[in-house]
């Protein structure tokens, strides 16, 4: 007790200062520098650039400290780093009467995101590395029966549910058949997607190890992997319809799928040739790398997840002893990843759209849980999976975060210009920010159910 | 995941190859810095008097900044702005680390005295040339305007090279000169800092410097009251560490004002702070300095730009005469028999080389207040920092 209310008070001590510090603002002029004695450069830098470190300090260090008081109650770190996210961000700011200074501003969350694509770089190469080809080979007929009826129960379950109540949605209601159709593949596509994110870093907080975190991760991976198809195809087919761009569009998801894989190739055999010829620690290496990834991302169109994925999975199964350094070395900065990735994904919560979409969303998200659990125990039936894996794995599907976002803004950039793509991607969102509350705390406790927590 | 839609177009080309060309060169450092062959490398004196002095890196730095080959723009250095600002914040908590109280204490007279006297003497000897130099540029613009600039250029040229950390070498050898020389490099780094801040401090800029003071007082109870005696999580050492640097950092940029002095009480409060998870945070952070420098130079070389004139050749050309001329004698009279000692002349060039903390305070200025003038200056304290590191070893081989 003692513990938790120092740890209260320090973030509370904390939240004040930067509170304060942002009401009061800084008064620039009066610092210590005078005005440029040989003439002003022009200088018009990215706005919340400058004061950036202040929100990314604020949001690791605070995510810190409650991850350590929500640990102390049970509950995962993750759920710590994304509270405090929604706590300091921009959205609850907004809703917030009398208006009170935005501890974590809007343009200084946008200048993060990049910071947020080297975690997920180094989320990717961590998830990828702990994937074995022969846990592949041995249990691929599993894996298989595993996300297909999984998927299955989930589309089937939501796309069923919110065709049958379509007429009382006001997303659905006042669209054609075919279009109605269409977004209600759409809406049950997307809430297929799980979170790899949270799912590895839920195994590496517990030290889990055993059947269930093989299967969670590797069934999280293969699902990632073939959504971006169907979801691809189902954007591209609306390109096709609507302007005629079937030949782009389906060249633009080949090279998206391929070209992640290519690049994580080449970086897997950068990485292998640069562990066998250096020593000590490779932290700096580590961070370079991840920046790459991310870089590449951004200059390549290609998704920094699968890209790091692929470079972990390579490196780990072709040079196993060699990359075990490199491995070491990530595991060092992964809390500081999480932290950031998470607290950054809690910010940007809709907390607005959530407030007024919220009984759709319990509704959609009572459908997805539903789906997930009858597919995944049918699943499991078919693969031959024991209790009490069995019974807890579907856990493991609940959570959602980076890679629903994403997929919501693809959608929100493919329907570009339709009077309902707001709606749309608001709706996603909101699903997105339910599941990505109740889904860590759920993950632990079926670790805990399947005795595989170490700590 | 991010652009399944708009896959097929690629973002401008320049853009990419500056990116990439970013990341390869950083790559490439730390590659270099991590191998067998860069290790026996730094065996050789000129060889280790680049790479150690980062200047390996920030030559890279400036080869893809606006100064070389303009890969990275004005607006993609802006980009890169937090990231100096952490770096500013690691150097200034690695100053202020050796500010440990048993330390200080051990601290012996000879170099109170040398240290004290060489402060004054280049703090004044700097800031005269500096003012010979900008009035030539600028005689319209008076000494009050000047002052800030003056003052840091001062505060830049006290001490010499050595690591920023060397006051812990003091405590077993501290009757040689080469102890005095390596412990003296780290207590002018924390006086550099201190100077370089209060003596530019206006009236309106001291409620920027007690707030940022503030929030490094506030993160340190925080980190203290998280960590506990925490000995063994490294990861979540360097978590409470990285979010402390850069909340410490962030409020100095809010605040308008430097980053180094907050990160330098950050230091202190660390170092003299008791209990398991301080002492593994320091050896963190010293474990780290090779990596930080070399990102901090290469960030230092793609931020320096080009200034209108000669006057930053000027000022460096002054300053390398006032470390030439002016610090062998300054030890001299401090140390008096000791600096004439057997095996000491090997040693009489090591005070003419300039500390790195001088191109750190020039950048934390820069950050601080983006001008033709602190460019300038950061140009100028490179050049200084560049010739004073070299001239030594070109005398010694002459010898």
Known sequence: MRRVLGLLSSLLLLVIAVGLLRAWGGDNEAGLMTPGVLGDLPRSPATGVGTAALSLGLLLVGSFVLGEIVALAGLPRVSGALLFG???????????????????????????????????????????????????????????????????????????????????????SERGTGERWYLVAVLAAMTVANSPAIVTAMLRETRASGPFAHLALSITVVKDLTLVIIVSALLAAWSTSDAGGGGAAALGVGWHLAGSLLVGAVFAAVLAAITLRTRGRLDLLVVVIGFSIALAGRMLSIAPLLAGITAGFVLANAAPNRSRRLFNSIDDLLPATYALFFAVAGA??????LAALWPLALGISALRLAGLWCGMRAGCAWAGVRPPVRTWLWTSMVPQAGVSIALAAEARNAFAGQPWA???????????????IVGPPLLRLGLLQCGEVRR | MNALASATTLRGLPEAIAALAVGGTALLLAFLSLTRPAARLSRWPLASALLGGGWIALACGVALGPLGTGLLRRESVAELEPLGQMCLAWIGLLVGMQMKGTLLAAVPAPLLRWITMDAVVSFVGAAVVTWWALRTAAPQVDLRVMWPLLAMIGAASIGWSGELRSLHGL??????????????????????????????????GSASLITTLAIAAAATVALRSTLGTETGNQGRLTLALLGTLALVAGAAALAGASTLPGAFLLGMAITNLRGGSMRRMERLVAESEPAVAAVFFLLS????????????????????????????IVAR????????????QRLRPAPVRQA???????????????????????????LCGLGSGVLPLLWRARS
């Not at chain 2, 009757?175 to 206006?202: N, P, R, Y």
């Not at chain 2, 009279?333 to 000491?344: F, H, T, V």
């Not at chain 2, 001088?358 to 304290?381: F, I, K, N, P």
Request: glycine share 12%; net charge negative; hydrophobic share 60%.
């Open chain 2, 301 to 328: 070389g793609i931020i320096l730009g080009r200034t209108p004139g000669w006057w930053p050749w000027m000022i460096a050309g002054g300053l390398l005469f006032v470390r030439i001329v002016a610090k062998p």
């Open chain 1, 86 to 172: 929604m706590l300091t961000g921009p959205n609850l700011h907004v809703v917030l009467t009398p208006p009170f200074p935005a501890l974590v501003p809007q343009a200084e969350l946008d200048y993060l995101q990049f910071v947020d694509a080297l975690a997920v770089s180094l989320i990717g190469l961590v998830a990828g590395g702990e994937i074995r080809i022969e846990f592949l080979r041995r249990s691929g007929s599993m894996l298989a029966r595993l996300v297909a009826a999984e998927m299955s129960g989930v589309l089937l379950l939501v796309g069923g549910g919110v065709a049958a109540l379509s007429g009382m949605i006001p997303l659905l």
């Open chain 1, 422 to 436: 707001d709606l749309l991607h608001a709706l996603l969102l909101s699903i997105v920010a339910l599941h990505e």
């Open chain 2, 356 to 382: 790195p903390i001088a191109v750190a305070l020039a950048v934390a200025a820069l950050l601080a207040h983006d001008t033709v003038a602190e460019r300038g200056c950061l140009l100028a304290l490179v």
């Open chain 1, 348 to 353: 940007r919560i809709g907390l607005s759209s």
């Open chain 2, 171 to 204: 405590d077993a050898r501290a009757s040689s000169v080469a102890a005095l020389i390596q412990g003296g490099a780290g207590l002018a780094s924390a006086i550099a800092i201190v100077a370089s801040d209060l003596v530019t401090l206006k009236p309106g």
């Open chain 2, 333 to 344: 009279i401090a140390l008096g028999d000791a600096w004439d000692q057997p095996g000491a």
